[in-house]
């Protein structure tokens, strides 16, 4: 009889555990980005946007909703100023839904593995200006250090 209640306590912290899972990825209490990006529809419309534009990725040219980020690498200062090299791969759409990455210096079609390579300028009081100096083709990272 013992045995019975043991295994009838471990289906029904079972079934609890599975129903709390489902309620915290699927149900009304999902986290912010889940429920934020796919109930709003925000990943289902990509507008384009003119290159070097605030918030349009510099690779597909795709203008960017509010909280999404282009994914980038920044490097420490060499010369202890406020300009830093800076290596961007791309935003959501880009990366992940196959949208054409091209070059804005030399218009190369990029690969996955492809970067923009770029100075990024901190200013205090301001945001920080990003420049463009081309991809990892054109413009090779050993020429910046000279």
């Known amino acids: 009889m013992g045995s019975y209640l043991q295994a009838l306590a471990f289906v029904i912290a079972g079934v609890i555990l599975l129903w709390f899972g489902y309620s915290l990825f699927f149900g009304p209490f999902a986290p912010l980005i889940l429920s934020w990006s796919f109930r ?53 759409y880009c990366l992940y839904e196959d949208l054409p990455r091209r070059c804005p210096v030399c218009g190369l079609t990029l690969c996955d593995d492809d970067f923009l390579i770029s100075r990024m300028f901190e200013r205090p009081n301001r945001r920080n200006h990003v420049h463009v100096m081309g991809c990892n083709h054109c413009k090779k990272a050993g020429s910046l250090l000279k």
Not at 43 to 66: F, I, Y
Request: proline share 8%.
């Open 40 to 92: 709003k529809g925000r990943h289902h419309g990509r507008t384009d946007g003119a290159p070097g534009e605030p918030q349009v990725c510099p690779v597909c040219s795709t203008r960017l909703n509010k909280g999404e980020l282009v994914k980038s690498m920044a490097f420490p200062s060499i010369t202890g100023g406020r300009d830093r090299l800076m290596y961007i791969r791309g935003c959501f």
